[in-house]
């Protein structure tokens, strides 16, 4: 027996307009005091702020295929700030998983955004250039079960970082395809040994400032309990650069990734990751920059509806013979970034939530002084979702 005209999701409407039951909507309105809206050493205007964002993920699965799409989108108004007094920004994030065969997997993951703000958690971003600018960050895997216990993933792999406005005082957009092998052998039903191989190319817009890197690392993934993982890698990478300066040359270096996970309470969960090697330098005329990045964040279960987050990420990037100094003349020079925030959320009921923190970000080289800047971000949220 069909469904009347009340009826639900049996009928031909029902089949038409029933993924819409797979949507999930969030919107935010946020307001608070920012330090120093464009991040800047010099001419540093504080403003109040109000912004409204929001987003729809849709999630679609079945045995063999899985879809998860991401839109978000958000405006902030700077009455105090006379130019750019408006900022938005726009993402989109896809994640696809797809078993063509029992042994064979293959993945895509996407993510693109606008931003009219430095974000120094995206690698190779510039620091405080107030241009805005696009990134984008995408792969494809293919996993395939060579036996029961060798895995084999090939990955290919590509960043694109474009800024709107290209000038001197502005960081240096890049590209970076790349390509990765991975064989995997399952020593233990909880431990998976790695040998990883992975190369890539970092191009910029300034002619003959390239390099084209090459990295051999080895791990394992080890699964302590079901809340508790550890994935570590450790390796040497090889990269010959060019550029203007330093003319050609080889850098070899050490290439270590971490990422660990624990999620020890109901509502209470510690994780955090760590890079060492190279990315791409996001300065004009340096053709790459070594890095070491950590992020830890920690969240914990007050009360049944009070969760309190806290974050802090360390990034220390060195740069070779970047032409900044005095007329121009080349310097080496360290520049380390520092960006923790603290969140108090409650959650009134399952839509609505409200939450209040405070971000702090700081850059912190005094050879480039003009690279240098604080700012802290104070706000209130309310939120809600279905």
Do not use: C
Not at 244 to 250: A, D
């Amino acid at each position: 027996m069909s469904a009347g005209p009340s009826g639900g999701g049996t009928g031909a409407l029902g089949g038409l307009f029933g993924w819409t039951k797979k949507l999930r909507f969030q919107a935010a309105i946020r307001t608070g005091y920012d330090s120093n809206v464009n991040s800047l050493h010099t001419n540093v205007v504080g403003s109040f702020f109000a912004n409204l964002n929001g987003g729809v993920n849709y999630r679609f699965g079945d045995p063999r295929l899985v879809v998860n799409a991401n839109l978000t989108a958000g405006i902030t108004s700077y009455p105090n700030v006379q130019n750019n007094s408006l900022q938005g920004q726009l993402g989109l994030g896809l994640n696809v998983e797809y078993r063509v065969k029992p042994r064979l997997i293959l993945t895509l993951d996407s993510s693109t955004s606008y931003q009219a703000q430095p974000n120094a958690g995206l690698v190779g971003s510039g620091n405080n250039s107030t241009s805005p600018y696009v990134y984008t960050a995408n792969s494809l895997a293919a996993s395939y079960q060579i036996s029961d216990l060798w895995t084999s993933v090939t990955r290919i792999n590509g960043t694109l970082n474009y800024y709107f406005q290209q000038n001197q005082n502005n960081s240096q957009g890049f590209s970076q395809p790349g390509l990765s092998q991975s064989f995997r052998y399952l020593y233990k039903p909880s431990t998976t040994l790695v040998a990883d191989y992975s190369t890539d190319f970092y191009g910029y817009g300034t002619a003959n400032n390239s390099s084209w890197g090459q990295t051999l690392a080895a791990g394992f993934d080890h699964i302590f309990n079901p809340k508790l993982f550890w994935n570590f890698r450790a390796g040497a990478e090889l990269r010959t650069y060019q550029n203007s300066i330093r003319g050609s040359g080889l850098y070899i270096g050490p290439s270590v990734d971490s990422n660990f996970s624990w999620a020890f309470g109901k509502t209470s969960s510690l994780s955090w990751v760590a890079h060492v090697g190279t990315q791409p330098s996001g300065q004009q005329n340096v053709s790459y920059a070594t890095a070491v990045r950590s992020g830890l964040n920690y969240t914990q279960g007050i009360f049944t509806k009070l969760k309190l987050n806290v974050g802090l990420a360390y990034l220390l990037t060195n740069f070779q013979d970047n032409p900044v100094g005095p007329n121009g003349s080349p310097i080496t020079y360290n520049q380390t970034n520092l960006q923790a925030n603290v969140d108090l959320n409650y959650q009134i009921n399952r839509i609505f939530g409200v939450s209040v923190g405070y971000q702090y970000m700081t850059s912190y080289s005094p050879p480039v002084p003009s690279q240098e800047y604080n700012r802290g971000i104070s706000y209130l949220q309310v939120q809600g979702g279905f």
